[in-house]
């Protein structure tokens, strides 16, 4: 072979190793997934860091066996800039399918982003894990337009009814502590709720059920979700002179309201929702003064749901140096039920996948997981609520420290088994609240 024949070979093998290198790292044996969310906020974050863990996880493994070969995950990370500007969200949704072309997608947070982003996804039958939106209607377009919506599963938090049910057993039990240890005569109740769609049906359903439950609304408030002000309502809410403050709250305005009414000491616990409230983060956020904020949570430090829930949570603050919030259930959903899944099936064929997912109960670090068909008998890929399944934990700040306090001794209905979680503790009173009513 001439010199010059030589060199030729030789640069033609150069360049098919080239091409096939960068064949196998564009990922021709990996699963794609991409991971959607406002990325430069807290629920984003999460959302990122609980996949990546599951990726890690599972990579360090080998991969997930597809038919007879592994193949290892690639996260594919889309900032939807939902919270500023939705229509960025389909763009960043858009992305994902057409460029990225990714095999599945986990994430979205605002209702108003996510629905759009459902379309895109569904439209190009890829299967999406919902984690962070809470609208009832994400999955009830699943049982009314199947043949359209079936790729869609709610992955976190469950739907804004258990929500707000979840929420009202919370009311319950902070209004009956006070109640026996202030001696108050009847619990009253400020609604402060932000200013986005999945708050709005909470809000009716508050109006009708806590009046049910011996104690008086005083008043309705929705600031703004990003709103950097919030003295005129906390002046109205002491005012109204109410006891609790129901909270519903999913973005920046929990960290405002919760600061400013410790800076006023505003007499009344806040009890609900607070998203903000649920991340470590908080206490410096509010300069300390986020102190006694109840609020429903995911995961807790040192509150065990199942044998599965400590390793998840001590993994992730080791990895992270912060608890979990809710929107890092990414990682349940990649390993307890798309990883398995796939594996069980054999195949990325996402309607074999749907058809097994839909039937598959599986047990991950927040509770156990069953969907839901609606009382025709149609799929809504929804989520199952209460002892048994997913029922969330309470949560309260204590001197700088987020604590578990529910469920410590709860029956969902007088024939239900007590439920007590280990690690929870007694719920805390702010002494402000104390020195004004207790007599």
Not at 172 to 180: C, E, F, P, S, Y
Not at 194 to 218: H, L, N, R, T
Request: with cysteine; hydrophobic share 45%; charged share 20%.
């Amino acid at each position: 072979m001439e010199r010059w024949e030589k060199r030729i070979f030789i640069l033609a093998m150069v360049f098919l190793f080239a091409v096939s290198t960068f064949t196998v790292a564009s990922g021709q044996d990996t699963i794609k997934i991409g991971v959607i969310g406002p990325m430069q906020f807290v629920q984003g974050i999460g959302q990122w860091n609980g996949a990546t863990m599951a990726a890690e996880e599972i990579n360090a493994k080998g991969g997930i066996q597809v038919g007879n070969k592994k193949m290892k995950i690639q996260l594919i990370k889309a900032d939807s800039n939902e919270f500023i500007n939705p229509t960025d969200a389909t763009n960043a949704m858009e992305r994902l399918i057409t460029r990225d072309k990714v095999d599945f997608i986990v994430g979205g947070f605002r209702t108003e982003a996510v629905m759009p982003m459902q379309d895109i996804a569904m439209e190009a039958k890829k299967i999406f894990f919902g984690v962070g939106a809470a609208h009832d209607e994400l999955c009830l377009r699943v049982a009314k337009n199947y043949n359209t919506y079936k790729y869609w599963f709610r992955g976190s938090p469950f739907n804004s009814t258990f929500l707000v049910r979840t929420s009202f057993v919370h009311l319950g039990t902070v209004g009956a502590i006070l109640k026996q240890s202030l001696n108050l005569p009847k619990i009253k109740v400020a609604i402060v709720a932000e200013k986005a769609m999945w708050a709005d049906p909470m809000i009716p359903a508050a109006e009708a059920v806590i009046p049910k439950m011996g104690m008086e609304v005083v008043g309705v408030w929705r600031p703004s979700d990003k709103a950097t002000d919030v003295t005129a309502e906390l002046s109205a809410i002491q005012r109204s002179e109410a006891h609790i403050i129901f909270t519903i709250f999913s973005a920046s305005v929990g960290i405002t309201f919760a600061r400013q009414a410790g800076e006023l000491k505003i007499p009344a616990m806040q009890v609900g929702i607070n998203v903000e409230a649920q991340k470590d983060g908080f206490w410096e956020a509010t300069q300390k003064m986020g102190n006694y904020v109840f609020t429903m949570n995911t995961y807790a430090r040192n509150v065990e749901q199942n044998e599965l829930t400590k390793p998840f949570v001590d993994t992730y603050i080791k990895r992270f140096g912060e608890t979990p919030a809710y929107t890092a259930d990414t990682y349940a959903v990649i390993v307890h039920r798309l990883a398995p899944a796939i594996e069980k099936v054999g195949s990325l064929d996402a309607d074999k996948l749907v058809a097994f997912i839909e039937n598959d109960v599986s047990k991950g670090p927040s509770g156990t997981v069953a969907y839901l068909k609606d009382a025709e008998g149609r799929h809504t890929h929804d989520q199952k609520w209460g002892p048994g399944y997913l029922t969330s934990v309470g949560v309260q700040w204590q001197d700088g420290k987020l604590v578990g306090v529910w469920p410590n001794k709860w029956k969902a209905t007088p024939e239900a088994p007590e439920i007590t979680y280990k690690g929870v503790m007694p719920v805390k009173i702010p002494p402000w609240m104390i020195e004004k009513y207790k007599k």
